[in-house]
């Protein structure tokens, strides 16, 4: 069973930067596409931004030059590196990933999320 196990969010004043991680364990083959959300209290889920296969990353006009996501294959771990940090980032963040497990099985799995507030 393949699991998304998301950590990193925390409080931070704006203009600060945070680092959160999405490692997925389980039998796994490959990932694929990796994308972020967030939701913030009384508003619908919104795309932060996406890794496609390779290294191809899109992102919402709101974060765009301040987030960056990655991926390390090698520990099965996905981030979202956030810099100049805004109140209105504040959020919980989910991660979401494409995945092939060993048996050959494709699906889309989802992190519990992990909050993230930026207040002074």
């Known amino acids: 069973q393949v699991q998304l196990v998301e950590s990193g969010g925390g409080l931070v004043q704006p203009g600060g930067s945070l680092r959160l991680s999405c490692v997925a364990s389980?039998?796994?083959?490959?990932?694929?596409?990796v994308t972020w959300y967030r939701q913030a209290p009384e508003k619908q889920r919104e795309l932060v931004g996406s890794m496609v296969t390779g290294s191809t990353t899109n992102y919402a006009d709101s974060v765009k030059g301040r987030f960056t996501i990655s991926k390390e294959d090698a520990k099965n771990t996905m981030y979202l590196q956030m810099n100049s940090l805004k109140p209105e980032d504040t959020a919980v963040y989910y991660c979401a990933a494409y995945i092939v497990s060993q048996n050959g099985v494709r699906n889309n799995y989802w992190g519990q999320g992990t909050q993230v507030t930026v207040s002074s």
């Open positions: 389980g039998s796994i083959q490959s990932i694929y596409t």
